[in-house]
């Protein structure tokens, strides 16, 4: 089959579109022929060598297609059905699991980082990680859903508790996450602040529905807020760049105001001002992908297009190096999908 892997960590240019041996399900495991797979940032970070993993090795976290083999011990599942992927690895016998809280599984892992994921013809994952797509959705949106909205739900949802009549400002909003993390924030009732490098990035997300607009390019985007709050501050900070926007998120929250986090894109050092922890009261709320039971709610509200997956571009499989350039660039709104 073919597949895109890289062989040493660095630039796109050590993605290499070769021939691979087709990889055989094991007990448990489930055979996908895969239809479409998005490009993510631990994408960027693996192939980077910011995170380790094996060499050579098949990068995509997220990904669609159709069941093309089943492992020993595996049932209830159909040749051909369309499926995505959960792409957390759990082991399923943790305090954790059995409590169903799968993301703080004590072994997690992701699909595509721990293992050979999708960015090839063919790829192999646990048979629990296995869910049956609505009908009226396709491959392409559905490669664009499980990571993103997950990670976003997870966050906003979950770990934040957004509530209706809330404030939340939503940082990078033309990412994949960012431009999830708007519409899950819109339709849970909250008044939602954004920010993004270019107006016409800011003009796709008032589309989503967001309703304040920051250039992160033309203004600080902290003295911005404290300007469109009258001094309060929002009540929850949607963070996922890292330390360039750290403390200027921390200073956008409002007294009990919460900061959750699922990144460091622009770097993990960040420095923290205790005194507005005591002193506001702020929360600050670490996150990791989520739970197989939230990805049921999400491919639910995606069939009812409460949700939509925002697709900037469709390359073929061989076109991963071009992929991960445009990302590197942040030259898309939305993701970027790849099909073999």
Known sequence: MKAVRFHRV?????????DVPEPKPGAGEVLIKVKACSVNRLDIWLRSGLYPSHLP???GSEFAGEIA???EGVKGYNLGSRVVIYPGITDGVCEHCLLGDDSMCENFGIVGSKTDGGYAEYAVVPAENVFEMPE???YEEAASTALVFLTAWHMLVKRAGLKVGERVLIHAAGSGIGSAAVQIAKISGAEVFVTAGTDE???KAEELGAEHLINYNKTDFAQEMQSLTGGRGVDVVFEHTGAATFAGSMSSLAKGGRLVIAGATTGADARIDIRQLYGRQISVVGSMLGNRSELVTILELVRQKKLNPVIDRVLPLSDARKAHELMDERGQFGKIVLKP
């Open 69 to 71: 083999g089943l492992g």
């Open 201 to 203: 990035k800011l003009s």
């Open 57 to 59: 090795h098949i990068l």
């Open 136 to 138: 009226s959705v396709s």
């Open 10 to 18: 660095g630039e796109p240019d050590v993605l290499r579109y070769e």
